[in-house]
């Protein structure tokens, strides 16, 4: 089977994009390149489960029985969130950010937390928040430091329990091990409600609201100094996923053709070859950076290059 020709979206984004469509287009064509690849590469296995592939991916239905919006994935379904965010720029979708959607789609559904491990730079809490927008719900990213205590991070979970929204614990393995130690029962008290349907529970002292559409989410770099071991009881609250060497050349790829060029496979080829050398050959400092977000910043700087001077070839743009 031939690949699937996306070459006539070209002329459409070409002459389309500007400063106030950039952001609705650069969100169609990420979900059509990703699902264009994931077809290719299924031509390419020799194997295609029509049903398989859509059960895989976020679905939206109205559910007339209860008159309200239902998001399924796999064997999972949540209701919709109805947070508006407002258009702001989307995560690329890769095949490891759609395992991760899985993942964390799949612990809210067994009432657990959902913990995405890696190196900086890997997309983790990028992929919770993208994940928590395309659900309708609002998330909120708490930078974790050796500062924090069992007081404050409780009042973050009660809040979290009364409003419904997501927390996106960043670093959640800097904290002490004596406050995680707390912080474990804390987790385990409102995972537990959440299990038993209850509409109030006792929270550190006092009976609050619980709203069931409320998650919580940790990032992790293990292996750094500084970091902690998690207990095994909290290990055991949250669904891991190893997110650790992120699709750059994909993920350049999309961005580029969001923003306008054509031929973005071989541009994107050229840029993740660049930053790969720079990234072996050059000294380590800290200021250098030449991995994913590195390549996002470059992508996003040559879309506005680009608007400014259309009349030049994408290669004298880019390169």
Same mark, same amino acid.
């Given at each position: 089977?031939?690949h699937i020709e996306i070459a006539r979206y070209d002329e459409v984004v ?11 287009? %650069? ?27 859509? /059960?895989?991916?976020?679905? !939206? +239905? ?29 995560? %690329? ?5 759609? /395992?991760? +959607?899985?993942?964390?789609?799949? %612990? ?163 840029? !993740? ?28 700087? %040559? ?17």
């Amino acid at each position: 089977m031939p690949h699937i020709e996306i070459a006539r979206y070209d002329e459409v984004v070409f002459g389309m994009v500007q400063p106030e469509l950039g952001g609705y287009l %650069a969100e169609l064509v990420h979900e059509v390149l990703f699902d264009t690849g994931r077809l290719n590469l299924e031509f390419d296995d020799g194997v295609l489960d029509d049903r398989a592939a859509g /059960r895989s991916r976020l679905r !939206f +239905y109205w559910d007339k029985d209860i008159d309200d919006c239902v998001v399924r994935q796999t064997n999972t379904h949540s209701r919709y969130g109805y947070e508006y965010l407002g258009n702001t720029e989307r995560l %690329a979708i890769t095949p490891l950010t759609d /395992r991760c +959607y899985i993942t964390l789609t799949t %612990a809210l559904h067994l009432y657990r937390g959902g913990s995405p491990k890696g190196p900086a730079g890997t997309g983790k809490t990028e992929t919770v928040k993208d994940l928590g927008k395309a659900l309708g719900f609002n998330v909120i990213v708490q930078n974790c430091s050796e500062s924090l205590d069992y007081k404050s991070i409780g009042k973050l979970f009660s809040g979290l329990a009364q409003t419904g929204a997501w927390g996106c614990f960043d670093e959640f393995n800097r904290i002490d091990v004596e406050v995680l130690s707390v912080v474990a029962q804390q987790i385990l008290s409102i995972l537990s409600s959440l299990s038993q349907n209850l509409s109030q529970f006792i929270f550190e002292g006092s009976t609050i609201v619980l709203k069931p559409t409320c998650g919580i989410f940790i990032t992790m770099n293990p292996g750094y100094a500084g970091r902690t071991e998690l207990p095994d009881n909290l290990k055991s609250m949250f669904r891991p996923i190893c997110m650790m060497k992120p699709d750059s050349a994909m993920i350049a790829e999309i961005n580029l053709f969001g923003e306008g060029f054509r031929n973005t496979r071989i541009l994107a080829k050229k840029i !993740f070859a660049l930053y790969s050398l720079a990234q072996q050959q050059l000294s380590q400092q800290y200021h250098y950076d030449f991995g994913l977000r590195g390549i996002v910043t470059l992508t996003r700087y %040559a879309g506005q290059k680009r608007r400014l001077h259309s009349h030049l070839l994408d290669e004298e743009v880019l390169l």
